[in-house]
């Protein structure tokens, strides 16, 4: 654990963010998986507001130019 955050092989990625939430995390597996890990972290002193967002499909950004290139 660290400082009160618990470390997970599920969350893939962390980033950091200004505005209204301090971070944004991509988490891994299956919808009970993630949803059991969400409600692990809430639990948490150091949690005090979450929002879920479901990613149907990611894309990087060479992915996005090829598709526009593909449109053209």
Known sequence: MSKGF???PKVEKMDFVHGPYDFVLILSGTME????RLMEMRKSPYVS???TLICFEMFDLQDIIDRLKEQS
Do not use: N
Request: aromatic letters at 0%.
């Open 6 to 8: 618990p470390v997970d």
């Open 33 to 36: 998986d993630i949803d059991t």
């Open 49 to 51: 507001k979450t929002e």
